[in-house]
């Protein structure tokens, strides 16, 4: 069956927050990208960083790295221009460094609602996508990049990155050595990446295989290169899987993900030659 884009973009609109929905006309309507960054600018602080759960699952209204994580990883999936949206936040992150590189969290962040596997967490302490993703807008500063190096040849060396076992979690790795070549043996480590995504991929059921296109953003990408046919049987699956009212639950049945599932799916579709707009 046909995926239904008006019931779709209707979900969206009647479900999703303003950026979101302002992200929806930007990549299917020619919606404004000016009027995207006004939305997202409603969530940066005074001291630029962003909160006020631009992520979901983090309420606290202060700056802290999941939200920028979360917002960068939306801009470079779907290759959103930073323009002038993140003017100062790199130097936020700067101040939010621990010693050993990892990122401190605010202390009031456990003070408002937040996802139940946030809260032993505390929020994000990794480094490594947020500096990765800073570092392909050409935004990552000398002591971010610095600092993250030192963080992620303790953390995320390829016996780690081996070790992963949970197919979303190789986002760490993969923003990070896919983004900052100035690195001994990158391709090593690029490689032992892509290794780790193929092979948790070619082992999920249908019902996790949308999970992939976090990774295989382009028919050109790597990982699409590597399987294939693992990425049609995930597209055969997203385009089977549109609910009746128009939108596709997340892997956790979790309502406010559903927005965000939704616009990803169509975006992955139109990437992949299967959906018209």
């Known amino acids: 069956m046909p995926v239904d884009f008006t019931k779709a973009r209707n979900s969206v609109y009647e479900h999703g927050t303003m950026w979101e929905r ?52 939306v801009m470079t999936h779907f290759q959103i221009p930073a323009g002038h949206l993140l003017e100062g936040t790199p ?82 790795a993969y923003d990070y050595y896919m983004n900052v070549p100035d690195f001994t043996d990158v391709e090593q480590f690029q490689q032992a990446t892509i290794d780790n995504i193929t092979s948790l991929a070619q082992a999920l059921p249908d019902e996790q295989l949308s999970s992939i296109f976090a990774f295989a953003t382009a028919p050109d990408s790597p990982i699409v290169v590597a399987i294939p046919d693992v990425v049609e ?28 599932t939704t616009v990803s799916n169509l975006y992955t579709l139109k990437q992949f030659g299967r959906l018209t707009v």
């Open 91 to 172: 130097q936020w992150l700067e101040s939010q460094l621990a010693e050993d590189g990892s990122i401190r969290q605010p202390e009031g962040l456990t003070a408002y609602p937040l996802a139940p596997w946030w809260v032993d967490m505390k929020g994000q302490t990794e480094p490594d996508s947020i500096v990765g993703n800073l570092a392909s807008y050409g935004m990552a500063t000398p002591d971010l990049l610095d600092s993250t190096q030192k963080w992620v040849r303790a953390h995320r060396t390829i016996e780690d990155i081996r070790a992963n076992e949970w197919l979303f979690m190789a986002y760490h």
């Open 233 to 260: 049987r995930a597209l055969d699956h997203v385009e089977a899987t549109q609910q009746e009212d128009g939108h596709w639950l997340d892997q956790h049945n979790l309502r406010q993900w559903f927005p965000m």
């Open 22 to 73: 302002a992200l929806f006309a930007f990549l299917f309507q020619d919606g404004s990208l000016d009027h995207l960054y006004q939305c997202w600018l409603c969530y940066k602080n005074e001291d630029h960083g962003f909160g006020h759960r631009l992520e979901h699952d983090i309420s606290y209204p202060g700056s802290h790295a999941l939200a920028l994580e979360y917002l960068l990883t």
